[in-house]
């Protein structure tokens, strides 16, 4: 083993434009900047290994994004390994629209879900977008956004790991309640995202919560702290309707630790496993202070509760940042070893693992281009976005139809990260709690970071109880993979774990 260096850097990703806004069905164009986005870097090197981690305060990191940064540093000067890149978001709902291409985007480029559903058009009706966003040259271009951040991730990649220097960390564990289980159970077996609670059919949330925060605190030779990583299992998704750029509550956090520490502080946020999980509390449901246009939360006649602010507002999302960053500092002053690590052992392990991808029937796809039929039939005048959102669970069908002829399985780039007696595990889905949460439970680490949406984005990866109960992020088309594919990912993500970094670990019953 040797010393271990740490390098940071921060780069601004804010769109210089007005840009179409990720994250919902709806048309949203951003009218002014809440606070800047950013993609931060922390670089990780040895003499035998390295790492770089860059958190986007974007909606995610699409292959095609992570495949063009590491084209960029092909063959560089500085030693980097574009595959020790580790690039996440925190999926922020107020950040830019970009050009996303899935790992199984490219056979299916001729058939995108909006030239699909404008194949399926009757004659007399056409595609209008509502906002003339590509028409428009005072709004960011998806590629125009795409080709700023692959040039700024690359930068800030290269600065993190030539700033690279003797230093220290010391983990740490806190807990803060932020995410919420987003799945509402019903008594006939469905279930729904964001479902209404207050009605005799409502039996019980779906899927748990984990208010955990894994934490890690960096210091440079001096002892002096130069950063921290944040690991929590909610995305950051409060404020996701609305019509300005913002990093959501990890920008708030920023603010508030940056006030304590100083400016110099960075931040590294990081999603765990949160498929299912969001910061609205469905049981003591608080109306949005103004309209979201999103008919899947509006509530008829809704009762007051006595309950955090609504959690789709400016007010809620300031209320979780504050509560995050007093827990990091509650941490980090009273319950911190006084342990300095360095000389520890540091291992970076990368994987393609090949999923199952997950299939549809013959008749499930008859059954859908009936459903699109009758729809656009019955449809008057021309079709927009909110019609697309409506079809959107049929065009997914008739979409996997096409690519499960030519692709069966999902190549899922996965990263282990072992540092002393901690764990870092990737993946790229919008992976559901449970599954994180059984990695964790048998991790032999003493703790296990889980980065969901990391080098890719390849959608949900719901559970079985989700696939059966139905609704958005479990239909087919909201996900590359299915249920089955979860035992394999949770296998062998522990199999690198605890039988190639920790195994010489034993349990407290061995």
């Given at each position: 083993?040797?010393?271990?260096?740490?390098?940071?850097?921060?780069?601004?990703?804010?769109?210089t434009k007005?840009?179409?806004?990720?994250?919902?069905f709806?048309?949203?164009?951003?009218?002014?900047?809440?606070?800047?986005?950013?993609?931060?870097?922390?670089?990780?090197?040895?003499?035998?290994?390295?790492?770089?981690?860059?958190?986007?305060?974007?909606?995610?990191?699409?292959?095609?994004?992570?495949d063009?940064?590491?084209?960029?540093?092909?063959?560089?000067?500085?030693?980097?390994?574009?595959?020790?890149?580790?690039?996440?978001?925190?999926?922020?709902?107020?950040?830019?629209?970009?050009?996303?291409?899935?790992?199984?985007?490219l056979?299916?480029?001729?058939h995108?879900?909006?030239?699909?559903?404008?194949?399926?058009?009757?004659?007399d009706k056409?595609?209008?977008?509502?906002?003339?966003?590509?028409?428009?040259?005072?709004?960011?271009?998806?590629?125009?956004?795409?080709?700023?951040?692959?040039?700024?991730?690359?930068?800030?990649?290269?600065?993190?790991?030539?700033?690279?220097?003797?230093?220290?960390?010391?983990?740490?564990?806190?807990?803060?309640?932020?995410?919420?289980?987003?799945?509402?159970s019903?008594?006939?077996?469905?279930a729904?995202?964001?479902?209404?609670?207050?009605?005799?059919?409502?039996?019980?949330?779906?899927?748990?919560?984990d208010?955990?925060?894994?934490?890690?605190y960096?210091?440079?030779?001096?002892?002096?702290l130069?950063?921290?990583?944040?690991?929590?299992a909610?995305?950051?998704?409060?404020?996701?309707?609305?019509?300005?750029?913002?990093?959501?509550?990890?920008?708030?956090?920023?603010?508030?630790?940056?006030?304590?520490?100083?400016?110099?502080?960075?931040?590294?946020?990081?999603?765990?496993?949160?498929?299912?999980?969001?910061?609205?509390?469905?049981?003591?449901?608080?109306?949005?202070?103004?309209?979201?246009?999103?008919?899947?939360?509006?509530?008829?006649?809704?009762?007051?509760?006595?309950?955090?602010?609504?959690?789709?507002?400016?007010?809620?999302?300031?209320?979780?940042?504050?509560?995050?960053a007093?827990?990091?500092?509650?941490?980090?002053?009273?319950?911190?070893?006084?342990?300095?690590?360095?000389?520890?052992?540091?291992?970076?392990?990368t994987?393609?693992?090949?999923?199952p991808?997950?299939?549809?029937?013959?008749?499930?796809?008859a059954?859908?281009?009936?459903?699109?039929?009758?729809?656009?039939?019955?449809?008057i005048?021309?079709?927009?976005?909110?019609?697309?959102?409506?079809?959107?669970?049929?065009?997914?069908?008739?979409?996997?139809?096409?690519?499960?002829?030519?692709?069966?399985?999902?190549?899922t780039?996965?990263?282990?990260?072992?540092?002393?007696?901690?764990?870092?595990a990737?993946?790229?889905?919008?992976?559901?709690?449970?599954?994180?949460?059984?990695?964790?439970?048998?991790?032999?680490?003493?703790?296990?970071?889980?980065?969901q949406?990391?080098?890719g984005?390849?959608?949900?990866?719901?559970?079985?109880k989700?696939?059966?109960?139905?609704?958005?992020?479990?239909?087919?088309?909201?996900?590359?993979?299915?249920?089955?594919?979860?035992?394999?990912?949770?296998?062998?993500?522990?199999?690198?774990?605890?039988?190639?970094l920790?195994?010489?670990?034993?349990?407290?019953?061995?």
């Amino acid at each position: 083993m040797s010393k271990i260096m740490f390098g940071w850097a921060e780069v601004d990703i804010t769109p210089t434009k007005k840009a179409s806004l990720a994250g919902q069905f709806a048309e949203r164009i951003s009218e002014y900047v809440e606070k800047p986005l950013y993609a931060t870097a922390f670089a990780i090197k040895s003499e035998e290994e390295q790492c770089v981690f860059v958190s986007c305060d974007l909606i995610s990191t699409p292959a095609n994004l992570v495949d063009e940064v590491r084209k960029n540093l092909q063959g560089n000067a500085y030693g980097i390994d574009p595959m020790k890149v580790i690039v996440n978001a925190i999926h922020t709902h107020t950040g830019p629209l970009i050009k996303r291409l899935r790992r199984t985007t490219l056979p299916l480029m001729q058939h995108s879900a909006k030239s699909l559903l404008q194949s399926l058009l009757p004659p007399d009706k056409k595609y209008v977008e509502r906002q003339n966003v590509s028409d428009n040259p005072d709004i960011s271009k998806p590629e125009e956004t795409f080709a700023f951040l692959v040039e700024k991730i690359t930068a800030v990649i290269i600065e993190a790991f030539l700033k690279v220097q003797e230093g220290y960390f010391i983990t740490g564990f806190g807990r803060a309640a932020v995410g919420m289980c987003r799945r509402a159970s019903y008594s006939d077996g469905s279930a729904q995202m964001w479902g209404n609670t207050d009605t005799a059919t409502f039996t019980a949330l779906e899927g748990g919560n984990d208010s955990g925060i894994e934490l890690m605190y960096v210091y440079n030779k001096d002892k002096k702290l130069t950063g921290i990583i944040a690991n929590l299992a909610c995305p950051a998704q409060c404020v996701q309707h609305r019509l300005f750029v913002s990093p959501d509550f990890w920008g708030e956090v920023k603010v508030l630790l940056r006030k304590e520490f100083g400016d110099d502080l960075f931040l590294l946020a990081q999603c765990s496993a949160a498929g299912d999980q969001c910061p609205v509390d469905l049981i003591r449901w608080v109306e949005p202070e103004s309209p979201v246009n999103d008919p899947n939360i509006e509530r008829e006649d809704p009762l007051k509760r006595k309950a955090d602010p609504s959690m789709f507002d400016l007010r809620g999302m300031k209320r979780v940042g504050k509560r995050i960053a007093d827990e990091i500092k509650e941490v980090f002053y009273h319950y911190l070893d006084e342990d300095f690590c360095n000389d520890v052992e540091f291992v970076h392990e990368t994987t393609v693992m090949k999923l199952p991808l997950r299939r549809v029937t013959m008749k499930e796809e008859a059954e859908a281009k009936k459903a699109i039929k009758e729809y656009l039939d019955a449809k008057i005048g021309d079709v927009d976005y909110n019609d697309a959102a409506k079809l959107q669970i049929h065009t997914g069908v008739l979409r996997r139809f096409k690519l499960q002829d030519i692709q069966n399985v999902l190549d899922t780039e996965v990263h282990v990260v072992k540092l002393g007696d901690i764990v870092f595990a990737t993946n790229p889905f919008e992976l559901f709690l449970d599954y994180g949460n059984q990695i964790k439970a048998r991790s032999r680490a003493q703790q296990t970071f889980i980065v969901q949406l990391a080098n890719g984005q390849e959608g949900y990866l719901p559970t079985e109880k989700a696939e059966k109960g139905g609704h958005y992020s479990a239909f087919v088309s909201s996900g590359q993979v299915g249920h089955e594919g979860r035992e394999q990912l949770v296998r062998q993500t522990l199999e690198i774990i605890n039988n190639t970094l920790f195994r010489d670990i034993k349990s407290i019953k061995e």
